[in-house]
């Protein structure tokens, strides 16, 4: 069975950095593209990054294009988001989705900015 | 950066009743386009993926068509269950990115 598990969330204030990480199992991690999508209280879901399997393929949403890095470890069958100068809008659920099509999702982590 | 307008924003329905959702991309982007239910405090859920290519396990009363720049996600035969917010999602170019979402109210 497919598993995306998210951790890493929590409060933290303006400024800060926090990492997520996101635990794959059930399917060869290697072998498939990986994105992260966040939605804010009450609001819609955002696409805010993309990995593909080698790593070789990296982009990001504008609104935190040289904020957030991704990165994947294939041996750890893990994904991560390095989060840097976090803002109050960025305040949201986190979630890790498989696939260009995101087939499979976590069940997301909640990241808070405040202070 | 490819936007996706979805309309409605809001729909009331009954059941029974056929729905259809549409998504229109500010350029082409073939047929790379996907629809999800998300319903309150669950993770988002693939409904149509490409368009109109059915995932196993989805109702088959949802439906997708459409390629270019207009999609159209159809649910036919509404059950009270389909009460959500639905969204579409392109994966044609970098970056990608979301409709604003459709919310569904079952009356």
């Known amino acids: 069975e497919v598993q995306l598990v998210e951790s890493g969330g929590g409060l933290v204030q303006p400024g800060g950095s926090l990492r997520l990480s996101c635990a794959a199992s059930?399917?060869?991690?290697?072998?498939?593209?990986m994105n992260w999508v966040r939605q804010a209280p009450g609001k819609g879901l955002e696409w805010v990054s993309y990995i593909n399997s080698r790593s070789s393929i990296i982009d990001y949403a504008d609104s935190v294009k040289g904020r957030f890095t991704i990165s994947r470890d294939n041996a750890k069958n893990s994904l991560y988001l390095q989060m840097n100068s976090l803002r109050a809008e960025d305040t949201a659920v986190y979630y890790c989705?498989?696939?260009?099509?995101?087939?499979?999702w976590g069940q997301g982590t909640l990241v808070t900015v405040s202070s | 950066e490819i936007v996706l307008t979805q309309s409605p924003d809001f729909q009331s329905v009954t059941p029974k009743e056929k729905v259809t959702i549409t998504c229109r991309a500010s350029?082409?982007?073939?047929?790379?386009l996907h629809w999800y239910q998300q319903k309150p405090d669950q993770s988002p859920k693939l409904l149509i993926k490409?368009?109109?290519q059915s995932i196993s396990g989805v109702p088959s009363r949802f439906s997708g068509s459409g390629s270019g720049t207009d999609f159209t996600l159809t649910i036919n035969s509404l059950e009270a269950e389909d009460a959500a917010t639905y969204y579409c999602h392109h994966s044609s170019s970098l970056p990608h990115t979301f409709g604003q979402g459709t919310k569904l109210e079952i009356k």
């Open positions: 989705a498989r696939d260009q099509e995101l087939l499979w």
């Open positions: 059930g399917f060869t991690f290697s072998s498939y593209s």
């Open positions: 350029q082409s982007i073939g047929s790379s």
């Open positions: 490409y368009a109109s």
